[in-house]
Nanobody, 115 residues
């Protein structure tokens, strides 16, 4: 089993930056892919970015060039650096870990971009 706890959300003005963290505990050696998803009010949860064990990354078109996903295996933590934030980035951001045929979600952290 893998447990994920997100942190780092908050209120930021348009054009600002935030860094989200995802602390991982449990069977961390079995994790293959980690990802960040987000869900805005009234919308479906959508993929933001993923990173493999080999640190190959993938981004949604809407965040390319603005967001960076990374992972520190020594600290069992994944990060999402978000720059040039826009009001449309407002959502609850969830961390996800895939291990074998299973997956775990964090509880989510709110990001609000507003002036």
């Amino acid at each position: 089993q893998v447990r994920l706890v997100e942190s780092g959300g908050g209120l930021v003005q348009p054009g600002g930056s935030l860094r989200l963290s995802c602390a991982v505990s449990g069977s961390t050696f079995s994790i293959n892919v980690m990802g960040w998803y987000r869900q805005a009010p009234g919308k479906e949860r959508e993929l933001v970015a993923t990173i493999t064990r080999g640190e190959s990354t993938h981004y949604a078109n809407s965040v390319k060039g603005r967001f960076t996903i990374s992972r520190d295996n020594a600290k069992n933590t994944a990060y999402l650096q978000m720059n040039s934030l826009k009001p449309e980035d407002t959502a609850v951001y969830y961390c996800y870990a895939n291990y074998g045929n299973l997956g775990s979600w964090g509880q989510g952290t709110q990001v609000t971009v507003s002036s």
